[in-house]
């Protein structure tokens, strides 16, 4: 195959589709390409439907595309078909309370995905029926049991 540059991204909801469109090197020739997505489903998960199209023969398109995005693009469109965020979810045996420290590149940019589309669904903004100004909170201390910590009291008894 002749070199090609990527240009855009995109993905069609019906049928599941990606879209890409990329110039070919020697002619400069603006192509796109139609990639179906035929294993989506409710329970598919971004990482494994990305791995299947790296072994069609769209892959050769695909792999100059950084994975990353891809993985960005095709958790949209489970989102948007399915209506919730599971393509994203961690891997099998990553749990929420794991120190994510100890993760892979792909494990953690699952997670953070995760935590983002969260995020994003719990973020109250300016021009939203619950969003107040200036909320003031007060948190009770330990139960009621106050810790003491030296380095805030109103003492002064360190001169300097």
Partial sequence: MEGFTPKKLCFKIEPPTIVLFY?????????????PIRNLNEKSRVA???????????????????????????????????????AS???PGIAENENFNRLGDDDLNKVKDKMSVSFEK?????????????????F???????????????????EF
Avoid: C, F
Wanted: zero cysteines; a negative charge.
């Fill in 23 to 35: 110039q070919l090197d020697a002619s400069g020739k603006l192509h796109r390409r139609s990639i």
């Fill in 48 to 86: 494994e439907i990305i791995k299947d199209l790296y072994n069609t023969h769209h892959g050769k398109y695909l792999k100059k595309i950084p994975e990353k995005q891809l993985h960005k693009l095709l958790s949209k469109l489970h989102s948007q078909v399915y209506g919730n965020d599971d």
């Fill in 89 to 91: 979810r961690p891997g």
């Fill in 140 to 158: 009770e201390e330990n139960g009621g049991n106050k810790i003491e910590s030296g380095w805030d009291s109103d003492e002064s008894d360190n």
């Fill in 122 to 138: 719990n973020r109250v903004k300016p021009g939203d029926e619950n969003w107040k100004y200036d909320v003031e909170i007060d």
